[in-house]
């Protein structure tokens, strides 16, 4: 695998690996936002609600009260047969109708169990008596319960079939100066207004809902829920909050935080919160205890829609493309200072491995590399230069070496070897030229006895004083060389038959002369031939060679013409 491809690679499984990390750490940190900024706003959505329920119900309470503590309502409770005391207690109640919201108001009499009501449109005005309670109708069961309570103030939210009403009915009691309860007054609020205004206020992601002190429901926008006259139901018949959770962990999470409320009582602004499935969904529960009516306010928050990860996507948008021209730019740096100077560099040295030193140009980044690229250059450099010294050399020493072995190295003519070359050449040019050349075979006249007589160092000496002589006698551009022992031949070029003669002739005398000058006269022999263009070598050499017999056999020191 190419550098390149493994950090590539190498980039990408970092990149995967911190993609997979940094989605997981994603995950988590907005979990984390979500889930403290949903507690954050659990908590203020709960006070808000809490605040709006009790804004619109605390003045209709207070007004409840203060009728209930009506002298002309308390005389009349005790004495509800005197005619008198009843139109006073009623045109009081009267003007307190006016003062409700709802325009109405009730009043339930201890003693004779009467039920006085009159609405807004004032339908019973002069007959606000209605009917009488029976404790036996399990329609007005909620009027002996809360008596035998004895519980001052109540809300419920309650259907009045005779009335053919839902409200959602304040109930506080009237006591004598002795303190028995001796009536019952209120007032009751369209329920559905109040669903309307309070509960259903149509946010998305926000449930809000009401539960009394025993986490009955009271006010939630599905009306199937809201536990209809709780006071009158036995325990484990109450629609309580805990029926809105579909898990038996959220139900118990949600009983235990209205009894942790309840715990702590009047504590102001306690919120309790935790996570719920509701619908299948997850929300976030926020739940406040609202001493002043003894119920509990829980509001559901569904984080999905309040705050979806969706609004968190553009920082992932933003991470991934950080990534990927991180990615993109880091890549490029390698491949500008790391792997394009490597091939480049692996390119050279192939070409200096194949003994080609003309370097491509080398990138050189201000790296380790870049310093390797020159290193490399300068090494090149030397090597290219000392392999043409070791070439220049090697070439000087073949061409010593050939020279060498064609050379006599006593005499220094050529030898027989470099003769029989310039014999060939000869030929050849002979031929293309159509010319003729001289061939003088020379042997010297009994040698052997000379170095018999004077030894074989001497007779070396006479073989160098031949070749002196044969040089300084030949033209310049005739050739002179040993054939082997003590014989030599001379090659002249171009010749014809008269130089031929004058030539070997002149060589005789002169061998013979300064020989003699030397006190050891000598003698050579000469074979001549005359040579055609197109005769071969063994020709030439045969033609001299019996010449050159003809002049031993004639006497010696003389020559002959083949
Ligand atoms: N000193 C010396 N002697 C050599 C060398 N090469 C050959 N000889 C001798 O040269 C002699 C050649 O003798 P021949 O040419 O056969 O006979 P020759 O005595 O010259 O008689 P002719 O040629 O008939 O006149 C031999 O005795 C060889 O040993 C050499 O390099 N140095």
Known sequence: MSLSTRILSLATTLIIAAGVGSWLAYQKLTDS?????????????????????????????????????????????????????????????????????????????????????????????????????????????????????????????????????????????????????????????????????????????????????????????????????????????????????????????????????????????????????????????????????????????????????????????VFIVALLVTLGVFYWVIQARVLRPVAVLEHAVKRVRDGRYDLPYLPKPDNEIGQLADHFEKMAERVRHNTQELEGRVAHRTEQLHRQARIDPLTELKNRRGLDESLHDMIARAEREQQNFGLLWLDIDHFKTINDKHGHQYGDDVLRRIALWLRATIRPYDQAGRWGGDEFVVIMDPSDQDTLKQVAERIRSTIATESAATGSPLSVSIGAYHCKPGESIDTILRHADQALYRAKGEGRNRIRIG
């Open 33 to 317: 936002i979500i889930e403290r900024w949903g507690r954050q706003v659990t908590e203020i959505q709960v006070r808000y609600d809490s605040a709006r329920l009790l804004s619109s119900l605390e003045r209709e309470i207070g007004l409840a009260k203060q009728l209930a503590r009506s002298p002309s309502l308390i005389q009349w409770a005790a004495q509800p047969d005197n005619q008198t005391l009843q139109n006073k207690a009623l045109h009081e109640l009267e003007n307190f109708r006016g003062g409700f919201s709802d325009k109405s108001y009730f009043v339930a009499l201890i003693e004779n169990r009467r039920y006085y009501f009159n609405n807004a449109q004032n339908d019973y005005a002069g007959e606000q008596f209605r009917y009488v309670l029976d404790p036996e109708k399990p329609d007005d069961a909620w009027f002996f319960q809360l008596v035998e309570e004895g519980r001052d103030f109540h809300l419920n939210v309650n259907p009045d079939t005779q009335l053919g009403v839902t409200k959602l009915w304040i109930d506080v009691l009237v006591r004598d100066a002795g303190g028995d309860i001796i009536a019952m007054v209120g007032t009751g609020l369209n329920l559905d207004n109040f669903l309307q205004d309070i509960v259903d206020i149509g946010q998305d992601g926000i449930t809000t809902l009401f539960a009394d002190y025993n986490g009955a429901i009271q006010l939630y926008r599905d009306r199937n829920y809201i536990d209809f006259g709780s006071i009158i139901k036995p325990e484990g018949q109450k629609k309580t909050v805990d029926l809105l959770f579909e898990d038996p962990q959220d139900k118990q999470q949600m009983l235990g935080m209205l009894a942790m409320l309840k715990k702590q009582g009047s504590a102001p602004g306690m919120v309790e919160s935790g996570f719920v499935m509701v619908d299948g969904k997850k929300h976030l529960a926020g739940v406040a205890y609202l001493p002043t009516i003894g119920w509990f306010e829980i509001t559901l928050l569904d984080l999905s829609v309040l705050l979806p990860k969706r609004e968190f996507w553009p920082l992932v948008v």
